[in-house]
């Protein structure tokens, strides 16, 4: 599975960005639960939200819960992270993830590239 990751920009504090994650590679994109981290400058990767293989079950970390939102499209190998409200610490290159397991942690098989958020404030 290859993953390409898009959206990221700057934006201000309290703004609303749309992460998307687009799959290929022939796979069945229903058969990978999907999750997004971020990593800021200097810091160590973070866990960010997660969600199962058809959507029905979905996980933040407390950080951004209530906050940002992951959804996906399977019928166009998409992942979605809708990011509201950001804050000046959100700012960190944000990294889909995919995996055939539900994963708890970052062990995920297949990673795309990353794309930057930088927020203002």
């Known amino acids: 599975v290859q993953l390409q990751a898009s959206g990221g920009g700057l934006v201000r504090a309290g703004d609303s960005l749309r992460l998307s994650c687009a799959a290929s590679g022939g796979r069945t994109f229903s058969n990978y639960a999907m999750g997004w981290f971020r990593q800021a400058p200097g810091k160590e990767r973070e866990f960010v939200a997660r969600i199962s293989w058809i959507g029905t079950s979905t996980y933040y970390a407390d950080s951004v819960k209530g906050r940002f939102t992951i959804s996906r499209d399977n019928a166009k190998n998409m992942v979605y992270l809708q990011m509201n409200s950001l804050k000046p610490e959100d700012t960190a290159v944000y990294y889909c993830?995919?995996?055939?397991?539900?994963?708890?942690?970052?062990?995920?098989?297949?990673w795309g590239q990353g794309t930057l958020v930088t927020v203002s404030s």
């Open positions: 993830a995919a995996d055939r397991n539900l994963v708890v942690g970052d062990k995920y098989a297949y």
